[in-house]
């Protein structure tokens, strides 16, 4: 198995553009998780999904916020518009049902918005 | 409010001796326990977890130790190495929702 699959590693872009990305987990993992790992906050869970349903978005910061799961096997998240405090590194990990939370975390994209 | 902490941001040791990390929560209702370590520029791995029905739990040269009363853990290297150096994070999980702590850089020096 190639692991949880991120996409793109880096994203420059400007203040106002839209900006997603994109996971692969892990086959048959039934949680998918969105961090956001910055160095005033560590690493912060943003929303989750069990069997592509969301089920907790409480971490997502606001509206300009926003995730999907379509299928087992692809998720998004999506910020419009972008802005300069949205530059972080941002993980997405999946794990098997029952075992709580041992995650497979992605290598993360590493976002900068200027 | 941040439900999982580690107080301390870095902690420097010498090769061979213990490294000792340590983490605080303050939901009783966290029943699973995890260090996570992490690289520069790779996500976090998983290292050891511990249920809270037990208070120690060892994986070779790491242990994890548990204390509920004080809602305490803490993750000893023994001894540590070199390529021990990185980001230690501590997570706890309840109801299939982990939460991490800030992390704590360890630096182990030749």
């Known amino acids: 198995d190639a692991g949880v699959i991120q996409s793109p590693r880096h994203e420059v872009t400007e203040m106002g553009q839209e900006v997603t990305l994109r996971c692969k987990p892990i086959s048959g993992h039934d949680y998918l998780f969105w961090y956001r790992q910055t160095m005033m906050r560590g690493l912060e869970l943003l929303i989750y999904?069990?069997?592509?349903?969301?089920?907790?978005d409480s971490g997502m910061p606001e509206d300009r916020f926003s995730a999907k799961m379509p299928n087992a096997s692809f998720s998004t998240l999506k910020i419009q518009p972008s802005e300069p405090r949205d530059s972080a590194v941002y993980f997405c990990?999946?794990?098997?049902?029952?075992?709580?939370?041992?995650?497979?975390f992605g290598p993360g994209t590493r976002l900068t918005v200027l | 409010d941040q439900q999982v902490k580690q107080n301390s941001p870095s902690l420097s040791v010498q090769e061979g001796r213990i490294s000792i990390l340590n983490c605080d929560y303050t939901?009783?209702?966290?029943?699973?326990f995890l260090w996570y370590k992490k690289y520069p520029a790779e996500g976090p791995t998983f290292l050891i977890s511990i249920s809270s029905i037990k208070d120690k739990n060892e994986d070779g040269r790491f242990t994890v130790f548990l204390n509920k009363s004080a809602k305490h853990l803490s993750l000893h290297i023994v001894p540590s190495q070199p390529g021990d150096s990185a980001v230690y994070f501590c997570?706890?999980?309840?109801?299939?929702?982990?939460?991490f702590g800030p992390g704590t850089s360890l630096s182990v020096i030749p």
């Open positions: 990990a999946s794990s098997l049902s029952k075992v709580s939370g041992r995650s497979v």
């Open positions: 999904f069990n069997n592509n349903v969301p089920i907790d």
């Open positions: 939901n009783s209702m966290f029943d699973y």
């Open positions: 997570a706890a999980s309840a109801h299939d929702k982990v939460i």
